[in-house]
Nanobody
Framework: QVQLADSGGGLVQFGGSLRLSCAAS????????MGWYRQAPGEERELVAI???????NYADSVKGRFTITRGDARSVVYLQMNSLTPEDTAVYYC?????????WGRGSQVTVSS
């Protein structure tokens, strides 16, 4: 089992920045990728950014050039730096970790961008 503790959401103005953090614990050796998904009210959950254990990253087109996903010195920690935020980025952001047979989710962090 893997547990995810995500944090860092909040309220920010248009054009501002936030950084999300996610720390994995438990059977972390089984994880091959970590990242974030987001879900806005009335919308489906969508991939925002992901980083593999080899360091390969992938971003949603809507956040390319504005968001950056990185890993900490402890490979079980990942960060999502979000810059140039717009109201369209308002959503609950969920940390995600992918294992060989299943995936794990954090509790979610609300990100609200005011216009």
């Amino acid at each position: 089992q893997v547990q995810l503790a995500d944090s860092g959401g909040g309220l920010v103005q248009f054009g501002g920045s936030l950084r999300l953090s996610c720390a994995a614990s438990g059977s972390i050796d089984t994880i091959y990728a970590m990242g974030w998904y987001r879900q806005a009210p009335g919308e489906e959950r969508e991939l925002v950014a992901i980083i593999t254990s080899g360091g390969t990253t992938n971003y949603a087109d809507s956040v390319k050039g504005r968001f950056t996903i990185t890993r900490g010195d402890a490979r079980s920690v990942v960060y999502l730096q979000m810059n140039s935020l717009t109201p369209e980025d308002t959503a609950v952001y969920y940390c995600n970790a992918k294992g060989p047979l299943t995936e794990y989710w954090g509790r979610g962090s609300q990100v609200t961008v005011s216009s």
